[in-house]
């Protein structure tokens, strides 16, 4: 069975960096892509970023590039997501997924990243 | 960057059959995916590849794409069905994947 289980998220002040990260089991963590999705408290999903199975191709959403860095440690099973100088609007709940053709069948639970003073 | 659109918002009464559109600049080049999210729940993969469904997603979930449009069809629909109704595509030009804003299924 696909467990994705996400940790890391909490309160940070706006300026304030996080590392939220996602460990992997259930499959070959090495024969997959992984993603990041958030979503904004009564707001729609919105993708952050995506890494290849062995890490050689990083991809970002606008809004995010710059700020955000993907990173995977495939002895581990982990996917990370550090997260540098941090905004009110990167409140969300960040889902972990793997990437399967362009899409996502299998999701973790979220972890809530709050950005306030 | 490439955009899809959805309505807000769809509410029909029980039995009935719900049409959620997905609207995109020639979306019928591209390969659509259907996620239904419930409450505090994570998203959950419905459609695949335009028409495919996942193993254990009841028949009554469909979805096509012609066009401009993408659409999914819930036949005969359930008050557990209600849910927020999200289309995705990876768009190769940019290099990123896509939501839609979502529709929110009401079951009268």
């Known amino acids: 069975e696909v467990q994705l289980l996400e940790s890391g998220g909490g309160l940070v002040q706006p300026g304030g960096s996080l590392r939220l990260s996602c460990a992997a089991s259930g499959f070959t963590f090495t024969s997959s892509a992984m993603t990041w999705v958030r979503q904004a408290p009564g707001k729609g999903l919105e993708w952050v970023s995506s890494i290849s199975a062995f890490g050689e191709g990083t991809y970002y959403a606008d809004s995010v590039k710059g700020r955000f860095t993907i990173s995977r440690d495939n002895s581990k099973n982990t996917v990370y997501l550090q997260m540098k100088t941090l905004r009110a609007e990167d409140t969300a709940v960040y889902f972990c997924a793997k990437d399967t053709q362009e899409y996502f069948h299998h999701w973790g639970q979220g972890t809530l990243v709050t950005v306030s003073s | ?108």
């Open chain 2, 1 to 108: 960057s490439y955009v899809l659109t959805q309505p807000p918002s769809v509410s029909l009464a029980p039995g009935k059959t719900a049409s959620i559109p997905c609207g995109g600049n020639n979306i019928e080049t591209k390969s659509v995916h259907w996620y239904q999210q419930k409450p505090g729940q994570a998203p959950v993969l419905i459609v695949y590849d335009d028409t495919d469904r996942p193993s254990g997603i009841p028949e009554r979930f469909s979805g096509s794409n012609s066009g401009n449009t993408a659409t999914l069809t819930i036949n005969r629909v359930e008050a557990g069905d209600e849910a927020d109704y999200y289309c995705q595509v990876w768009d190769n030009g940019s290099d990123h994947v896509v939501f839609g804003g979502g529709t929110k299924l009401t079951v009268l």
